[in-house]
């Protein structure tokens, strides 16, 4: 009997043997390197970027850092000028993000990023998100004369007329124009990109320069964070695009200035302010700014003035003339509009960019 049990189990484990093997022979050759690589991610399909033709160069950056192709869509002009959009890829049931500086011109612009959204959303895309870089007509804000629109908030109602659930911005003229929309508003701001910059310069008795009262409290921000004394300049406008400079509100005497605005249109004001700073006694002035706007003669009054470098960045392209200059440097805002974009999609914090 013992020896009937034994033939037994071999047989059993013999047979085991057999079915193991011709498993492993059914089985595919894999190379074990090829097992540990990671698999490559899985495109989404629902997460798309656009842009309209005022700052490609951000928009495909941008993508770049979030790993995405950017949407395709056809936006071009007939013989009139009248703009023409046409989404070219399925956004059904799509959180989409269309990015659109309303920068020079803006009028054409701010009509192509309206027809865009409108276009998206009659191809029934979940979510559309308004990514505007630069917020033109922001400086038009309140009634400061009689009969005067406030064409920021006309304009804020356009864009929810158009399409838009929420809105993503850049360092707005005034901060209070979130409340112009009637849908969230992300507010970034340009500072951490602009204060790394200036950190690695190790700029000697640096003091941060306010250019009017109203950006006092970008410059404190600024000041606090690189650790520098703060001064004011108080200024009169005389007329639209014209500032008189009056007086020096802080210690800038044998020291280096560093003069904070949000944007530079025709460099008039800033040329001023910087004037004053050396007449006060500043060895050297520095500037930057979020929106490099520049129209008129700007690029000429940078040229000819006492500031020795400009940085901005690239939330509107530079113009030809711009570009030659070589006392005005660019620094690249993509990674935390990316950093923005990837959070309002993914529902995180998009203030913690800031802590």
Known sequence: MATVATTTAEKAIADNATVEKTRAEKRPVTDEKTERKPQRARVDDRFKVFCGTANEALCDEVCNFLGLTRGQALVTRFKDGEAYVQIQENVRGADVFVMQPTCQPVDMHLMELLLMMDALKRASARRITAVIPYYGYARQDRKDKPRVPISSKLVADLLTTAGADRALVVDLHAPQLQGFFNIP????????????????????????????????????????????????????????????????????SGRTCLIIDDLIDTAGTLVKVAQALVQN???????????????????????NSPITELVVTDTIPLTEAARQVSKIKVRSIAGLIGRAIQSIHEETSVSRLFI
């Open 185 to 252: 508003v992300d507010h970034l701001f340009a500072s951490p990109v602009l204060v790394d910059y200036f950190k690695k310069l190790n700029l000697p008795e640096l003091t941060v320069v306010s250019p009017d009262a109203g950006g006092v409290e970008r410059a404190r921000f600024f000041a606090k964070k690189m650790d520098a004394a703060l001064a004011i300049v108080d200024k009169r406008r005389v007329e639209m695009n014209v500032a008189e400079v009056m007086n020096v509100i802080g210690e800038v």
């Open 281 to 303: 006694g500043a060895c050297t002035v520095y500037a930057c700014c979020t929106h490099p706007v520049l129209s008129g003669d700007a690029v000429e009054n940078l040229v």
